[in-house]
């Protein structure tokens, strides 16, 4: 009796109640150690989001380059974190607002994955999305929160835009836009690449069940297509407007960065372990399953190519895909989240994988599972630990404090050594540099025509970083650059004799502060790229209007859809030959 | 097989054929992050095992670059390290080599000859070496034969040293450098004229401290038109010795890129000192000075670091002048070698052919960098 409830328990689906609570479980414990301080992009966000709690209206930010505007990049999560940073403040404000990209990212890849199969399915990939090798590496290693942020918004948009598409639903229609429109208020490239990768397949599912059940013809759904695709296009064009202008205005010319995402991971094995294992883990050994399910199902096959491309592209430059399909763009884009994308594409079938090995094999095959997905994830927090972004880890307070002090802030500063300390430390203190670490909102040439990174790593970039830094401390009076921040002794001798000098030292003489006499105190010199006023206003209204919006409508129940049956041409699993959809 | 089958078969052949295709002929960027563009290369000939070498000494993969020589017998991988990169902290030491050029000298079927030119990208800017290798067959692989440099080793010695040293007393630990609130000490430029070169407009000159103290100093220039409005201001930036003892010139060389001289109407010139400590500490000789004629025009010499202190940085800064005394040209050189103390290191400035022939005489003036020690 026992052994047969057991087994029961084994055919059911997980409660997504269940998956939230192992989502908390796992990831919550994790964000309040501030695990994400010590990726890459972490402290970038949260230096956004200082500007935003505040300057609200006012996304010309005087801390980075002289001067930049915020409207470059897309608010919605920086503004959250603003917002909450008043009750938690900005590292735990951070923290929370991950914690809710990545429930939600449970829920997303459910509801998405009910558009592909069964419910039971849907829910091992949602649980499996918990223990996602890509999703712990973006959070904890790379820190990209508007990527992990946009990626749920979307998933869940997903299955909206197949009602509308499929059923005419007006209430999905409205709520598919609004969710959309905040997707791309979170991040411009997950709604841009989004679209090729996870609409395309979702409207081509659309068309391919149009005839079953409440059938409805070709003409309908390329109409209701082409009308959703207008709206969201115009919803987008007008809460980001300020972003397009600032695009159009000064277009991303600058000379490409090197990046390993790009590099070959066979020939590279160190950044293939990086941007390929770790981020996969387990789900490399499911390959093989992924495509031979996906090809084998026809009604998985757009979701099968969705993945297969952005598999390719995300493999970097191992293929030569992403230098095909991206041109340009594949020179100034990083390719993880290309991974990230496809991992999210192939947890429908994953999840179906689970689905039927648990079916067939139950606590073994459980068991088995449990500790591949712990071991994924694991892998991929604890990267950040033995692979780690800042070999040396400090505290830049007590520079902080330097130059808060005294009228230091009178003058610009940069930093040369830290990393990206530099984020934390342009949180922390009032001054501003002619450095920063968000590369397509700046507009210095000394920074854009040499094809390097942030300058407190230009040594890093060769040649080209050292003419970059060069070039900067050459016109060091211009930009009232009086103070050069030194935690690298290699930079020394060009400091030397180019006419700085030491004048302090700082965190037990490991930092050093030189000075250049005779320089005046800073102007503003990027004056003509200050956005107008309306535009700090649209830019602080619409972008976290737009997720006001999408959550009320969210709160507006929907009506109970009848479901449509879909036959795979050969059962597998009883549970996913009948995967009931139309998740809302 | 079914259509899914053979889609399957399809995806799983197209994949492999991608990525083998992606390795074989990696994309630039790709190629970029390999080092050079090829899954590996086989040391087949000898320019292929002189590349081979230069991408493990880019990669700073010593002793893969050391056990890959013909003659490693004959030295340690710490020599060979010691002999690309210095046995004291130098310019060369903490940097990467940026890129190399080969030109093949000399082939049979044992063994060739190959000049090297390896260029560094110094954090003062790129400096070039340049070896003449020899390579040799070695069954169905090349070796390269390393000329190995024995680097000097300083032998203990006591040398008394007695120089000058000015000291400042700051006001407390609020008072930023350079915010003294005494008179500047005195300088003033000896010596200035724009003229145009290739890159742009350049000013020349001269700057003399007049005072009886130590001054550190800086030079800008702001070219102006014909109307007095502003062109472009640009500053002496490292073309210029800071630190000026008393009495002491220097030369200075600002560079304005993209600016015509015939758009000039006048320069302001606007020179800046204060005072500072310093030292005549390390004091640096010059020896065995020679100009050579054009073609390939170049001041040679040597530098002698009198003191008892390794000199880790130097600075050689050169004034050319006419039959009329006038400054035709500046150079520089920073020698990527730390002077150790009574140990002569050459240096060599290029001076462009079309002056070389101008030049009847020249000053030159070393500064110096310690690494946590002294300046001068």
């Given amino acids: ?584 | 097989m079914n259509k899914g089958g053979l889609l399957a078969v399809f995806i799983f052949a197209v994949t492999i054929l991608l990525v083998v295709a992606g390795t074989r002929w990696p994309v630039p960027s790709a190629a970029a992050y390999a080092g050079g563009g090829q899954v590996s290369r086989t040391a087949s000939s000898p320019e292929a095992a002189v590349s081979n070498l230069c991408d493990r000494i880019r990669a700073h993969a010593w002793d893969d670059a050391y056990n890959s020589l013909a003659n490693k017998a004959r030295f340690s991988a710490l020599d060979f390290q010691h002999d690309l990169n210095g046995t004291y902290p130098g310019l060369l030491t903490y940097t990467n080599l940026d890129s190399f050029e080969m030109q093949p000298l000399h082939a049979s079927a044992s063994d060739a000859e190959i000049r090297l030119r390896l260029k560094w990208a110094t954090v003062v800017g790129p400096s070039v070496t340049t070896r003449q290798l020899r390579v040799v067959r070695n069954g169905d692989r090349w070796q390269v034969e390393w000329p190995i440099t024995s680097q000097p080793t300083l032998a203990p010695e006591v040398i008394p040293v007695n120089y000058l040293r000015w000291d400042v007393i700051d006001r407390g630990a609020g008072d930023d450098w350079g915010m003294q609130n005494v008179d500047a000490p005195h300088v003033r430029i000896v010596d200035m004229h724009p003229v145009q070169r290739a890159e742009g407009t350049v000013i020349l000159g001269e700057l003399l401290n007049d005072d009886i103290y130590p001054a550190y100093v800086a030079v800008t220039a702001t070219l102006l038109r014909k109307d007095q409005t502003p062109i472009a201001t640009e500053g002496s930036f490292d073309k210029i010795s800071h630190v000026l003892l008393p009495k002491q010139v220097t030369p200075f060389l600002i560079l304005f890129p993209d600016v015509t001289l015939a758009d000039v109407g006048s320069v302001r010139m606007t020179p800046f000192s204060s005072l500072i400590a310093a030292s005549a500490d390390p004091v640096i000789e010059i020896q065995s000075q020679h100009m050579s004629p054009a073609p390939d025009a170049s001041l040679s010499g040597q530098l002698v670091n009198q003191s008892g202190q390794v000199a880790n940085v130097a600075h050689v800064l050169a004034a050319f002048y006419d039959s009329t005394g006038q400054v035709v040209w500046i150079a520089d050189q920073y020698v990527d070698r730390a002077l150790l103390p009574q140990t002569p290191t050459p240096f060599d400035i290029h001076i462009p052919e079309d002056l070389a022939r101008k030049i009847a005489s020249e000053r030159t003036v070393v500064a110096s960098y310690s690494f946590g020690g002294t300046e001068s």
């Fill in chain 1, 1 to 584: 009796m026992q052994n047969s409830e057991s087994n029961t328990w084994m055919q059911r689906s997980i409660p997504i109640s269940l998956v939230l609570m192992t989502a908390l479980a796992v990831h919550l414990p994790l964000l309040l150690l501030m695990l994400p301080l010590k990726s890459y992009d972490t402290n970038l966000h949260i230096f956004f989001a200082s500007h935003y709690a505040h300057h609200w209206f006012d996304p010309w930010n005087t801390k980075w380059y002289a001067g930049f505007t915020q409207t470059t990049y897309p608010p919605l999560p920086q503004q959250w974190v603003a917002l909450i940073s008043p009750l938690l403040g900005l590292d735990l404000g951070y923290m929370a607002i991950q914690l809710i990209a990545i429930l939600l990212l449970a829920v997303g890849v459910y509801r998405f994955s009910l558009l592909w199969v069964s419910p039971r399915a849907a829910s091992f990939a949602a649980l499996a999305s918990v223990f996602l090798g890509s999703e712990s590496f973006l959070v904890y290693s790379a820190g990209q929160l508007p990527t992990t942020f946009a990626a749920p918004i979307y998933l869940n948009a997903l299955p909206f835009l197949f009602e509308w598409v499929r059923f005419r639903s007006w209430s999905s229609f409205f709520k598919a836009i609004a969710l959309f429109t905040a997707a791309a208020a979170a991040h411009h490239f997950t709604l841009l690449f989004g679209s090729f990768f996870f609409a395309i397949p979702v409207l081509a599912l659309a068309f391919r069940d149009r005839a079953d059940g409440q059938s409805v013809t070709m003409r309908a759904c390329a109409m209701r297509t082409i009308l959703i695709v207008a709206v969201v296009s115009v919803a987008i064009a007008v809460v980001l407007l300020p972003f397009w202008i600032a695009l159009f205005r000064y277009p991303v010319t600058q000379t490409p960065i090197p990046h390993p995402s790009r590099a070959n991971y066979i020939l590279n094995p160190e950044w293939g372990l990086n941007y390929f294992v770790i981020p996969y883990g387990a789900m490399i050994l499911a390959l093989p399953y992924i495509i031979v399910r996906g090809s084998t199902f026809a009604r998985l096959r757009p979701l099968l190519f969705g993945f297969w491309i952005a598999f390719l592209i995300g493999l970097g430059g191992t293929t030569p895909v992403g230098h095909w399909l991206l041109g340009r763009a594949f020179d100034v884009l990083t390719m993880e989240r290309f991974s990230y994308w496809a991992t999210l594409l192939a947890l429908p079938i994953v999840g179906m994988m689970a689905s039927e090995l648990v079916g067939r094999f139950r606590a073994t095959a459980a068991f088995a599972l449990s500790i591949l997905a712990a071991g994924t994830c694991a892998a991929a927090v604890g990267w950040v630990t033995w692979h780690p972004n800042d070999a040396q880890d400090f505290k830049v307070n007590e520079v902080a404090a330097w130059l808060n002090r005294d009228g230091h802030d009178s003058y610009r500063y940069v930093t040369l050594g830290f990393g990206n300390k530099l984020s934390r430390l342009s949180t922390l203190t009032d001054a501003g540099s002619v450095d920063g670490e968000w590369n397509s909102g700046r507009r210095l040439p000394e920074l854009t025509h040499y094809g390097v990174g942030a300058l407190t790593s230009s040594k890093y970039f060769g040649e080209a970083g050292l003419d970059s830094l060069r070039a900067m401390l050459r016109h060091a009076d211009y930009y009232g650059l009086k103070w050069v921040i030194v935690r690298d002794h290699y930079y020394d001798p060009l400091l030397w004799f180019a006419g700085w000098r030491p004048v302090d030292s700082l965190d037990d003489k490991t930092i050093t502060i030189w000075s250049k006499d005779g320089v005046p105190p800073a102007t503003a010199v990027n004056s003509s790229q200050i956005p107008p006023r309306w535009q700090g206003l649209m830019w602080g209204t619409l972008p976290f209007g737009s997720s006001v919006i999408a959550i009320f409508l969210l709160l507006i129940p929907a009506r109970k859809r009848h479901r449509v049956r879909h036959e795979y041409p050969f059962p597998v699993n009883e549970e996913d030959l009948a995967p009931g959809r139309l998740a809302s």
